[in-house]
């Protein structure tokens, strides 16, 4: 019986393994190609996905005139996240918009809920003998620092003179305390939304368009503090209401003590500090105030 001898064994396995390994290297040179055409594809396939017309504010309704068609190359285009147009009906007319989304940027389906979003949540939790009263804010009567809502200040009235030069308002006279510390519920802007949660809208949205948004003077105006709002007994908004409405009167606030979470506080208040040329407020360690 013919025998193969031990050398003629080890060249053909040597031939198996060379085959083997020609073999190995196609393959991993096909599945290369299939990548690079199918994302070659991608770059040339387009996927239509929702965005809005104009900025929406949160807790709007969502109607289909709302709504127009924006072209993304499929390989920016997440089917998890994103809205396709040619499914926007179904998918989020008739919800809410959950934050405030600007417009020309596409459509997250995270953003949309199915009940309003309630602002202003503090409203419903005053009690019978509370309300709500909003006055005047601008930084440079805080001693140039941005207040956030949860800041415990203290409040007081600047009475100002006639200067005889001039006959304007410019003459410090007296001033009045009129609470020694009480708390910053809200910062609202000039249409008394907000601007708290405006940032915390804002904060959910990309890095990128996060940027895009905070360039847009619309937004910026949105994120100004006009008004500090508090909620008061019916005494002390008694006691509030006589230093209103008088031209000669200026209200003014020293923060006191800060109630946050250090890193967002900070965070907004650098943010809100730039939008108004002051400088974020520090937390102080305990209850005192500059005088006036």
Known sequence: MFKRGSSDTRVLVNKLKSIGVY????????????????????YKRDVAVAEFREDVGSGTLIKKDMLQKRTLAERDYDSKTMVPYDQAASLIEGKYTGIYIPKGVPLQKTWFTDKKKERLKYLKDMKENQEFVTIPYDSRYSGGRVLLPGDYVKLYAVYQGTDPATGQLNKLADVDVIFKKIKVTDLLNAEEESV??????????????????????????????????????????????????????????DILTRDENV??????????????????????????????
């Open 23 to 42: 073999l190995l290297a196609l393959g991993v040179f096909l599945a290369s190609l299939v990548m690079i055409l199918n994302n070659t594809s991608k």
């Open 196 to 253: 708290l949660g405006y940032l915390e809208d804002a904060q959910m949205l990309s890095r990128e368009q996060q940027e895009a948004l905070m360039k847009r003077k619309e937004f910026q105006d949105s994120l100004t503090p006009k008004f500090m709002g508090l909620v008061l007994t019916n005494e002390e908004a008694e006691a509030l209401q006589k230093f209103l409405g008088n031209g000669k009167i200026q209200i003014k606030a």
């Open 263 to 292: 890193e967002n506080s900070n965070k907004i208040g650098s943010l809100l500090s730039q939008l108004q040329g002051g400088t974020p407020a520090p937390a102080p360690q305990a209850d005192g105030a500059a005088q006036p």
